[in-house]
Every structure is written in C-alpha cells, then in structure tokens.
C-alpha cells in the first residue's frame, strides 16, 4: 500500500502536487481534513484507505480506517474528463469526515479531563507540600522551646550548686577558723587549773 499523504502535530498543514495528484492536508483545533484532486484517469478508479490514529489521556492508541472506492457515473465522467464523484463516494466522505472529527473531540475531552484530574492532583500534592512544611516547622519550633528550657533549667542548677559550693566553702572556713581559735586556748586553760591546785 503506498501512502499517499498524512498530517500530524508535527506537521499540521501541507499543499504540494506529486504523481498528478494535488494534495491539501490542515490539522487544527482536533479537526483533520485533507482534500485530493486526481489528474490521472486510472487514480480515480483506485480504491483509497484513510486511517486515523489518535492517542487518548491514558496513552492508549485508537485506529479507525475506511476504505474509499470511487465509481464516478457516466455523465459524470463525460462532464468532467472522468473525474466525477458519485452520490455514494460523496456522502461516505462526508460520514468518514464527520467520524473523524467526533473521535477527534472525543479526544480533546479526554485530554482536557485527564488535565483537569492532573491540576487537582498537583493542587493535592502543593496542600501536602505545605502541610507538611508547616507541622515540621512546628515540630522544629517545640524542639527549640524544649532545648532552650533544659539550659534554663541547667544553667539554674549550675548557678545553685555554685552557690552551694560557695556556702559550703564559707562554712568550712568558718569551722577552721574557730577550731583553731579553740585548740589555740586549749594550753592556757590547762596551765591556769595547775597554777590553782
């Protein structure tokens, strides 16, 4: 089977002539057309496919193909050097066309749906995104609260038992002081009981 011509995203409109026959192809909007004009009298009695290929939202491929023969009339043929087109040929065009752009639709909805089911998934994941980063900020705020309490709190207890440590020491040398005071009038109490007896 020898293609003869074909529109894509890529290549959405063409004209040329090749092989006596013209050819114009447009894409746009999800709406396919292409038009041939046959030169050659064995074109026109050549059966034609024309396939459609479209991929939906969930990636899966849908081909439609129809095949075309044209038997132009005789008055037709006299009239127009043989290139006529008959009623039959003319409305399975129009059926093939109107085919075309309801699958065409169709597959804008599904791309446009599968959009919107992918809009809400990202406005789910942002909501998330800023849950998350507001409890771990919360999270990371109770924690700073807690450290800085405990080194109140250590700091408090460090000041208490250098206070303590300072009383001690003040007590310790308070006793010496007066231990000593004692021992040193120990002798002079004992020699004044010898010189009574």
């Not at 020898?2 to 409109?13: A, K, Y």
């Not at 939906?56 to 005789?74: F, I, K, M, N």
């Not at 208490?160 to 007066?178: D, F, H, M, Q």
């Amino acid at each position: 089977m020898l293609e003869i011509t074909s529109v894509n995203s890529q290549q959405p409109i063409l004209s040329r002539v090749a092989n006596a026959i013209k050819v114009d192809g447009r894409l746009e909007n999800y709406t396919t057309s292409i038009r041939l004009e046959l030169f050659k009298q064995e074109d026109c009695r050549a059966e034609f496919t024309c396939q459609l290929v479209a991929v939906d939202a969930q990636g899966r491929e849908l081909v439609r193909t129809s095949h075309l023969l044209q038997q132009p009339s005789s008055s037709a043929s006299d009239s127009a050097g043989g290139q006529g087109w008959t009623p039959a040929v003319v409305m399975h065009l129009v059926d093939l066309a109107q085919d075309l752009n309801t699958n065409m639709q169709l597959m804008r909805s599904a791309m446009d749906d599968f959009r919107n089911r992918l809009s809400g998934v990202e406005d789910k994941v942002a909501a998330s995104e800023k849950s998350l980063y507001g409890d771990l900020r919360n999270l990371e705020n109770r924690i700073e609260d807690k450290i800085d309490r405990l080194g109140d709190k250590f700091r408090a207890l460090e000041d208490k038992t250098a206070s303590n440590e300072i009383k001690i020491n003040n007590n310790l040398a308070s006793l010496t002081t007066t231990i000593g005071t004692a021992i040193a009038h120990s002798p002079k109490l004992l020699l004044k009981e010898n010189e009574v007896d």
